[in-house]
C-alpha cells in the first residue's frame, strides 16, 4: 500500500460531486459522488455534453463556463437535472493546468444543505435574529396601549369603540407578529422523540376541523410505517400551517381537493453539519391540494422570511414551517406538478431509533 492515497482514491472519497470535462466539454470522468448527484453511472454519462445532463436556469450561466480558460462559480443556482428535476445548486469551473480545454466542475446540491441548516451567517438569520434583542423592548409598551385601549372603550360613547377596538386588534396582531418572529429567531431546538406521525395528522386536523376551515382532508396512510424522531407539537403545529395554506388555496377551486400521504422514501440521505454523520430521511409526509399554485416567479423564495401572496399574510408561516422541520433533521420541498393540478410540500424525517439500539447508543 502507499504511504498516501493517490489522487483518484481521494477524488473517489469525496462527498462532493466532483466531473472531469474534456474538449467541447464533454464528460470524461466522474467521482462516486458525482454519479449520483446525476444519478446516472460514468459509464452512461461518459462522452456526453455536461450542459445537456443539467440545464441551467440563467443561460449566461452556460455560456461563460463555456471559456474554458477562465475559473467560474455561481451559487444557489437555479436548475434542471434530466430525470430528477429542479435542483438548487452551487457550481464551479476550473481550467487544469497544461490541458487546454479541460475543466474540473464540482457540483452541490444547496436545497438540501438548506434543509439542514448548513446556511449559518446569511441577511436571513441576521434578519431574524432581531426579535431576541427587540421583543422586551417592543412587547412592555404594546401592553401599556393595549390597555389604555381598554380604559378609553369605557369612557367613549358607543359609536367611538369601533376606533378603541381597532387600537386593540392591532396591539394582538403585532404581538403575535412578534411572537412568530421570537420562534423563527431562537437558536434551541424543541427535544425530539419518537413520534407517531399519524397521531400528529389526527390532531392537526381536528383542530382545522374546530376552526371549520376548508374541505374534507383525504387521507392516504402506511400502516407500516414507524415512529420518525421529531417534535409532536412541531409536527402538529406544521401541519396545521400546510393544510391551513392548502385550504386557502384551493378554497377558489370548482371542486376543491386536499390530500395528506405518508409513505417510505427509501434512498434520501443528507448530511448533518454538526456531528458530520449522514442523517437518512426515509419517511414521506406530503400536503397536497388542487389550487392554482404559487405565482412562478416566488416559487423559489416561499419559504424566506416575509415572502408571501396573501393580501393579509405577514410571510412568516412556511418560513417557521422551514425552521421547525430542519430543528428536526428533517427536509421540506415544494413542487407543482401543472400537468395533473397540484401543489406539493413534501416533508422528510428520520426514523426513531429502536428501543434496543437507543439504549446501546446512549450506553457507549
Known amino acids: 500500500m502507499p504511504a498516501t492515497p493517490d489522487a483518484l482514491r481521494q477524488l473517489a472519497s469525496l462527498n462532493v460531486a466532483v ?58 443556482a437555479g ?38 441548516g448548513e446556511d449559518p451567517g446569511t441577511a436571513e438569520d441576521s434578519v431574524l435574529r432581531a426579535p431576541e434583542i427587540l421583543a422586551h423592548e417592543i412587547k412592555n409598551p404594546l401592553a401599556g396601549i393595549r390597555g389604555a385601549a381598554q380604559l378609553l372603550a369605557r369612557k367613549v360613547e358607543a359609536k367611538d369603540r369601533a376606533l378603541t377596538g381597532l387600537i386593540a386588534d392591532e396591539v394582538d396582531r403585532i404581538a403575535k407578529l412578534i411572537d412568530e418572529m421570537q420562534t423563527l429567531s431562537r437558536r434551541t431546538a424543541e427535544p425530539v422523540s419518537p413520534c407517531n406521525l399519524h397521531e400528529q395528522v389526527r390532531r392537526a386536523r381536528a383542530v382545522l376541523d374546530a376552526a371549520g376551515k376548508g374541505p374534507r382532508i383525504e387521507e392516504e396512510f402506511d400502516p407500516s410505517l414507524p415512529a420518525v424522531l421529531g417534535s409532536a407539537d412541531g409536527l402538529v403545529q406544521v401541519l ?31 448530511h448533518a453539519v454538526s456531528d458530520g454523520k449522514p442523517v437518512r430521511l426515509p419517511v414521506e409526509l406530503r400536503v397536497s391540494d388542487n389550487g392554482p399554485g404559487v405565482d412562478p416567479a416566488m416559487r423559489d423564495h416561499i419559504f424566506e422570511p416575509f415572502v408571501t401572496t396573501k393580501k393579509s399574510g405577514q410571510g412568516l408561516g412556511l418560513a417557521l414551517v422551514r425552521k421547525l422541520v430542519r430543528d428536526m433533521n428533517g427536509r421540506i420541498t415544494h413542487e407543482r406538478d401543472e400537468g395533473a393540478g397540484w401543489t406539493h410540500f413534501r416533508i422528510h424525517l428520520p426514523l426513531a431509533p429502536e428501543p434496543g439500539k437507543a439504549r446501546k447508543a446512549k450506553a457507549a
Do not use: H
Request: glycine share 8%; aromatic share 6%; charged share 20%.
Open 240 to 270: 396545521i400551517n400546510l393544510m391551513s395554506n392548502a385550504a386557502e388555496a384551493c378554497a377558489s377551486t370548482r371542486n376543491p381537493r386536499i390530500q395528506v400521504r405518508t409513505r417510505f422514501s427509501s434512498g434520501l440521505q443528507l
Open 19 to 76: 466531473v472531469l470535462l474534456g474538449p467541447e466539454q464533454r464528460i470524461v470522468g466522474a467521482n462516486p459522488a458525482a454519479e449520483q448527484f446525476l444519478g446516472q453511472s460514468l459509464r452512461r454519462v461518459s462522452g456526453k455534453l455536461l450542459f445537456d445532463l443539467i440545464r441551467f436556469d440563467e443561460p449566461r450561466l452556460a455560456d461563460r463556463a463555456g471559456q474554458t480558460d477562465y475559473p467560474l462559480s455561481a451559487r444557489d
Open 79 to 116: 436548475a434542471v437535472i434530466l430525470g430528477l428535476g429542479p435542483r438548487r445548486l452551487d457550481v464551479t469551473f476550473g481550467p487544469m493546468a497544461d490541458y487546454p480545454g479541460w475543466q474540473i466542475v464540482t457540483l452541490q446540491d444547496t436545497s438540501a444543505a438548506e434543509a439542514l
